[in-house]
């Protein structure tokens, strides 16, 4: 009997990973290794190693779950080593658990869910970024973080300051945080702009992508950090699914459900692209033309402006791909796609 491939499931946790190694025989059977289970630290990923090398008969490949960040040093430790892995939304492996009619969930069936949906399904490698998007991602997301903070504290500051008889320090406090926010805000943005000038390739690509009205420096970083300069994108339908900007209808029989966008993807890019679509809603004129349109038959202003950031999402693809500025007539055939 020979061995055509094999896939180690690992499911990770703070301190564990318990792994389970499934194989695919030329008779197409599927057969399991027990669960073995590992520390999570360089230790136990030796260890991890080891017993694969013991029962590997096939090229392998790793897949994990994308659980928090605790998967991040077994996956950059096997990248480094030229392993194959896989890094998997939550969302995907649940539904493949429902389709096995699993209901008991521990972590050794967690494991052989992974090896399994490995040798069923045909996945994408993971790719590790370079430390220069590592360095973006984190301060992008760190930039977001300290903004939605300092909405809130305006927010309670305005609060405050209509509020009867609110003592002096309260107000005074609010005002201290949100300086302080706005200058940490500055000192992040600086920061960024230095790393990607430190890429002449990348910061020419930006500037080339920033003659988008309405698309600035901080949008489009944003989107670099959240999908690895498009590393791992392969089309512009690909890029709106992994933004969970992409159109869910729900229809059956006589039922006519409501159609919207599934949120089943980074919202973190989502984030980004509001405030551009808002504006190229109003200011650009082919955005403008394709809002207007679409406004005056949906309910829901917020559906128009959802879809205007669809389509810069997939304009800034486009010249990211192509390594192209701004042309009215891009937009136009971005529009009517």
Same mark, same amino acid.
């Given at each position: 009997m020979k061995t055509l491939k094999q896939c180690m499931g690992i499911d990770v946790s703070k301190d564990t990973l #318990? %792994? %389970? /190694?499934?194989? $695919? !025989?030329?008779d197409d059977k599927i057969s399991f290794s027990k669960p073995k289970t590992f520390f999570n630290n360089p230790e136990g990923f030796n260890q991890l190693l080891s017993w694969a090398a013991?029962?590997?008969c096939s090229e392998m490949t790793f897949v994990l779950e994308a659980t928090g960040v605790y998967y991040e040093n077994l996956a950059y430790w096997l990248d480094s080593r030229d392993e194959k892995l896989s890094v998997l939304l939550p969302n995907k492996v649940k539904?493949? +658990?429902k389709s096995l009619n699993i209901k008991t969930k521990t972590d050794s069936i967690d494991s052989r869910i992974l090896s399994q949906l490995g040798l069923e399904r045909k996945l994408a490698y993971w790719k590790m970024p370079s430390k220069v998007m590592r360095e973006i991602k984190f301060l992008s997301r760190e930039y977001r973080e300290a903004k939605a903070k300092l909405v809130v504290d305006k927010n309670q500051l305005h609060a405050k300051i209509h509020s009867h008889d609110c003592p002096a320090s309260v107000e005074k406090r609010l005002k201290k945080q949100i300086s302080l926010l706005e200058t940490q805000l500055l000192e992040i943005e600086a920061e960024l702009r230095t790393?990607?000038?430190s890429d002449s390739n990348l910061y020419d690509r930006i500037a080339k992508i920033s003659t988008i009205p309405g698309v600035g420096f901080m949008t489009i970083i944003s989107i670099m950090a959240e999908t690895n300069a498009f590393a791992l994108v !392969? !089309?512009?339908?690909q890029l709106v699914s992994y933004?969970?900007?992409d159109i869910m209808h729900d229809q059956s029989g006589l039922k006519e459900g409501k159609t919207r966008i599934s949120k089943k993807g980074n919202s973190f890019i989502r984030n980004a692209l509001y405030m551009p679509a808002l504006s190229a809603s109003k200011h650009n004129p082919d955005m403008k033309i394709f809002y207007?349109?679409?406004?005056?038959?949906? =309910?829901? *202003?917020? &559906?128009? /402006?959802?879809? #205007? +950031?669809? *389509? $810069? $999402? #997939? $304009?800034?693809y486009l010249l990211w791909k192509n390594n192209e500025e701004f042309e =009215?007539? &891009?937009t136009t055939a971005v529009v009517g796609c």
């Open positions: #318990v %792994c %389970c /190694i499934s194989s $695919l !025989n030329d013991t029962l590997r539904h493949f +658990a790393i990607a000038m !392969n !089309n512009a339908k933004a969970g900007l207007d349109r679409l406004k005056e038959t949906k =309910p829901a *202003k917020k &559906i128009g /402006i959802t879809a #205007v +950031a669809r *389509k $810069l $999402l #997939v $304009l800034i =009215p007539a &891009i």
